[in-house]
């Protein structure tokens, strides 16, 4: 017997003052229908049952129902973004739900995927402890700024649906059936054979996958379930018992597949493998195989199993009553998004103390925003950076060419007026003359010099070029960095490299030996305290072009964050590459050798409690080896035009690196 919706259950919760009741989930790949269509087909009826709205976003956080729209801190309570192969790339704040095993995230690149998982706000567990912990190890040892999970929620149901019932008393399966497809045979395969031939099972699953009929063959084929939220479960409950297997990663991790859930839900009595999830929370409330056995075992289990029940209907119908009882506590959806919108905003509280203690000095943080040529997408672009920032004393300024003509300046001085924030407007020389040969820049250097001499009532500064975009929350994390540690003298986000396509890269590793079109280092992940930058970085700065971030960072231990909190469009260069390469490297070389030779960021990957630099992909490597015979060329043309004074002393440094 099918229930009615429960909403009942939570006619007492009230969604908090000051939260939109709506909330969104990452669709990764919306022309596809894929597994995770049914979790987010349920956790939308889940959501509409305690009367909050859930949306579908694509992983760039634009609405799938309003393309032009994008998630942001003034429209959604969070975002959950069910898979690790993007990261966050959206101005939300976001939880990663750690619903996969630890192997995946080796499947598909360790150090990537689980780098992307940290660019996220916060963390929903699934009862895991292997999948939380690979989480801890990085946020407990590494990190000051993010904090390990709290809330729960799982790719469960909404609720129960089906009372206790056996059903037709048949053998419901879903499945893919992979190994028609790789040509492979797995020892389930070889169950299902045995199985199929007794009329005790239902097969459902796709009827065509990647253009392979992977049930041909089978009498038990029965048909594709849409996925909708609800159709599996009507025919779960129809067939009255359901086997649930799990793939070795999941044991691994002792994470449970859907289908467990499904299943009580349904109100079905469950055949499972040997899964820890399964035993540690449901008991005996379940039957078990043991996956590792001889086929002729597993199949002989199975079949007594069933026969058990259709003997003991009674007593199977006790097992799933007990097991729908413990489902209720804790593994259904409504309960747990009740719970993460109860404590959400306390939460959100807390990780803000993290980043930014209240009880430590606060830094006033002078930020400049380059907009050297005119341009309204730029404008906007600043403009939206700025008000969206949540740090208390942030000082913005939009530096534009003194050169512009009144109409440009007018209309930029309307717009800024019009945001109702304090902008302070600055102009100067981007360019150093302008003749029929064209305009020839400044150095970005000497710019930001300049802009420091601007700062005498600020505490640091930070300097944001026009191909970069911020996060409400990236100043506060810049200068909770600072807050936190009173003697730091810099510190950077990571960022997200953004392309044209849509998965995107998450950057910290940076490399002032060469600049990486690719993986640019950027401006404004960066903030500097002022009373601790020296003379002569001042000196150094004013020379150079294309890494003037190198030597402000000097000598200087950077303090990387985990948050990716800014996004640099690598398709607009900043600044256009005519920068001497070669004489920048001198110049930096001879100032700060160390910061050419200092990777930094964080491996995510430990070993013995280390946390090792990262590795250099080949491609970087041999940009490296080409980088130091081009100097060492480079060295030998100056000695011959006797333009480096300190040449001996630049080469006895080269020897050591």
């Known amino acids: 017997m099918q229930l009615k919706s429960k909403s ?53 956080g634009f609405f799938l129902e309003e393309p032009n729209k994008r998630v942001n801190q003034g429209n959604i309570d969070f975002v959950i973004h069910l898979h690790y192969d993007t990261p966050k790339s959206y101005d939300a704040f976001s939880f990663a739900a750690l619903w996969n095993p630890v192997r995946f995230y080796h499947e598909w690149g360790f150090s990537r995927t689980s780098r992307n998982l940290t660019t996220h706000d916060d963390f929903i567990s699934c009862s895991s402890e292997v999948a939380d912990n690979h989480v801890r190890s990085m946020v407990e040892v590494d990190d000051q700024t993010l904090l390990s999970p709290e809330f729960k929620l799982y790719h469960s149901t909404p609720g129960i649906m089906f009372m206790p019932s056996l059903g037709d008393k048949k053998l419901f399966y879903v499945g893919i059936n992979w190994e028609k497809i790789t040509g492979g045979k797995a020892r389930h395969q070889e169950v299902l054979e045995r199985l199929d031939r007794t009329g005790l099972l239902r097969i459902y699953g796709p009827t065509i996958f990647q253009g392979v009929k992977v049930w041909a063959g089978y009498k038990s084929y029965v048909k594709e379930i849409p996925f909708d939220g609800v159709s599996m479960l009507t025919e779960i409950s129809k067939a009255g018992i359901s086997f649930v297997l799990s793939s070795p990663a999941h044991k691994e991790s002792g994470l449970m597949s859907s289908r467990l859930f499904e299943s009580i839900a349904a109100g079905a009595l469950i055949i499972c493998d040997e899964n820890p999830f399964a035993k540690t929370n449901f008991g005996d409330t379940l039957l078990y195989i043991d996956s590792r056995d001889p086929v002729e075992k597993i199949y002989e289990d199975i079949v007594g199993h069933i026969q058990w029940a259709k003997s003991n209907p009674q007593k199977a119908l006790t097992k799933i009553t007990a097991a729908q009882e413990i489902f209720k506590g804790q593994f259904n959806l409504r309960t747990n ?79 800024i007026e019009n945001i109702g924030f304090k902008v302070k407007l600055i102009k100067l020389d981007f360019f150093n003359c302008r003749n029929s040969s064209g305009n020839h820049k400044r150095m970005l250097g000497d710019i930001i010099s300049e802009l420091i001499s601007l700062s005498n009532n600020a505490d640091a500064f930070m300097v944001i070029a026009p191909n970069e975009s911020l996060y409400s929350n990236h100043v506060r994390v810049l200068a909770g960095a600072l807050n936190r540690n009173l003697d ?117 990957r430990p070993i013995d409690g280390a946390y090792l630099p990262p590795k250099l992909s080949l491609r970087q490597f041999w940009l490296k080896f080409v980088n130091v015979f081009w100097l060492k060329g480079q060295i030998k043309a100056l000695k011959r035009e006797g333009f480096v004074k300190r040449l001996g002393v630049l080469k006895r440094k080269l020897s050591r690196t």
């Open 488 to 604: 730091a003298s810099c510190a950077a986000t990571a960022a997200i490299i953004r392309n044209d396509e849509i998965v995107h890269a998450v950057n910290e590793l940076l490399d002032f030996g060469h600049v990486d079109r690719l993986a640019p280092p950027g401006y404004g992940r960066f903030i500097f305290r002022i009373n601790k930058i020296p003379d002569d970085a001042i000196v150094a700065l004013k020379t150079l072009d294309g890494r003037p971030i190198a030597a402000l960072i000097g000598k200087n231990q950077l303090l990387q964050q985990f948050q990716a909190t800014i996004e640099i469009e690598i398709k607009n260069e900043f600044p256009e590459r005519t920068w001497d390469e070669a004489a920048e490297n001198l110049i930096i070389k001879s100032y700060c050798p160390e910061v050419m030779q200092i990777f930094f960021g964080i491996n995510p």
């Open 8 to 60: 009942a259950e939570n006619a007492n919760f009230q969604t908090q003052a000051g939260l939109f009741g709506k909330f969104a989930i990452v669709k990764l790949w919306p022309d596809l229908k894929t597994a995770e269509d049914e979790c987010i087909a349920r956790i939308k009826l889940a959501a509409a049952d305690i009367g909050v709205e859930c949306v579908e976003i694509n992983s760039d």
């Open 337 to 415: 998004l009740a719970d993460i919108y109860s404590d959400l905003i306390d939460r959100k509280i807390r990780l803000k103390q993290q980043i930014n203690p209240s009880d430590r000095p606060q830094s006033k943080v002078a930020a400049y925003f380059l907009m050297p040529i005119f341009s309204i997408d730029t404008l906007e672009k600043n403009l939206a950076s700025i008000t969206t920032q949540d740090y208390e004393y942030f000082y913005p300024a939009l530096v534009i060419d003194s050169t512009l003509n009144d109409e440009q300046f007018l209309k930029i001085k309307t717009t």
